[in-house]
């Protein structure tokens, strides 16, 4: 999306890409898009309706990046990089407190396992 937009395409000619191509979900969402303004919503309202109908954080943030750079006709491209870092950011934080947390677990297991090696080991001596 974001090299769309660096490439000078408008606001509805990007939504109308995604929407054409294999992005799964987000392809979908975008031909709703599409659908609403072809039924006479304005990108504005298409994509308010959007961002109020999806359950996914992260994605209604980019949906209210598209509707303030609609709004303000500022750099949306700069916008989706910075909450494209900040997304990123966040998942990194997120793999590590799960990578933490495992290896608690592994490590609790294999002194588990361990133990009654080391107790058998010792009673054999």
Known sequence: MIILFNSKLGLETVIHHIST???GKISQNFKTVLNDI???YSIR????KLRNET????FKRIIDALETCENNDTDISKRLENISQHILDE?????NIFNERLNVILTTFTIILLIPIITQTFKLM
């Open 21 to 23: 191509e294999k992005y």
């Open 38 to 40: 072809k039924n006479g």
């Open 45 to 48: 309202k298409a994509l308010e």
């Open 55 to 58: 359950k996914s954080t992260n």
């Open 91 to 95: 998942k990194k934080i997120e793999i």
